[in-house]
């Protein structure tokens, strides 16, 4: 079975720093996605950043970024830049590509608070 | 991009009454839609998974008769919560996947907060 563990529930960061979300996970498979999703107050949930474990370069998307060390199974994000509208909560999720649901594994979220 | 449009966004019952949640992908077609229940500052737990003209699977300890999936087209799928209990009360959200974005994650709905009292 899939696990996700987010160690920090809770989070602060003055606007315009970076602050790094962690999250690691247990799986014995080789081919699987790593996501970051956030929420809101509107309890939305976004789409932040994506990760194919196959793929060893780090994804980004603007100030969003990520630390993908398979083989410690860490997967950490960086937010640059911190905006106040990053005030969310933020799940890493798992996805194993090796069974045929493909459903996510969300890990206990993080909740991220942007300071003025 | 990817929509889901989840209605209605607040429901409240009474209890031992029914509640349908609908779940449809404006603009995509969807053979697999996930059913989730989020409790207030916890994680989403997955309650089961919805495939298009088959029956649901249904995850540990999710009551099979108590929550209805049906999934009868590519663009819906709706979950009845029946003979409601305070406990039900709870936000749920459903996500959709295409067909071809399994790459791309799965889109998800606005969610609805039901409140049975």
């Known amino acids: 079975a899939q696990t996700v563990t987010q160690s920090q529930p809770e989070m602060s960061v003055q606007e315009a720093e970076t602050v790094t979300l962690s999250c690691t996970y247990d799986t014995s498979e080789n081919n699987y996605y790593l996501f970051w999703y956030k929420q809101p107050p509107s309890r939305q949930m976004i789409l932040v950043i994506r990760?194919?474990?196959?793929?060893?370069q780090n994804a980004t998307e603007n100030r969003f970024s990520v630390n993908f060390q398979k083989a410690a199974k860490s997967f950490s994000l960086k937010i640059s830049d911190s905006q106040l509208g990053d005030t969310a909560m933020y799940f890493c999720?798992?996805?194993?590509?090796?069974?045929?649901?493909?459903?996510?594994?969300f890990g206990t979220g993080t909740r991220l608070t942007v300071i003025p | 991009g990817a929509v889901v449009s989840q209605h209605p966004s607040w429901v409240i019952c009474k209890s031992g009454t029914s509640v349908k949640i609908e779940c449809r992908s404006l603009?995509?077609?969807?053979?697999?839609m996930f059913w989730y229940r989020q409790f207030p500052k916890q994680s989403l737990m997955l309650m089961a998974t919805?495939?298009?003209?088959?029956?649901?699977?249904?995850e540990q300890g999710v009551e099979k008769d108590k929550f209805l999936i049906n999934h009868a087209s590519l663009t819906l799928s709706t979950l009845t919560v029946t003979s409601a209990h305070p406990e039900d009360s709870s936000f749920y959200i459903c996500?959709?996947?295409?067909?071809?974005?399994?790459?791309?994650?799965?889109?998800f709905g606005s969610g609805t907060r039901l409140t049975v009292v």
């Open positions: 603009d995509f077609q969807a053979t697999t």
């Open positions: 996500s959709a996947r295409e067909l071809k974005g399994i790459i791309y994650g799965y889109t």
């Open positions: 999720a798992f996805m194993n590509l090796q069974t045929g649901a493909n459903n996510l594994f």
């Open positions: 990760q194919e474990a196959y793929k060893q």
């Open positions: 919805s495939n298009e003209g088959s029956k649901a699977t249904y």
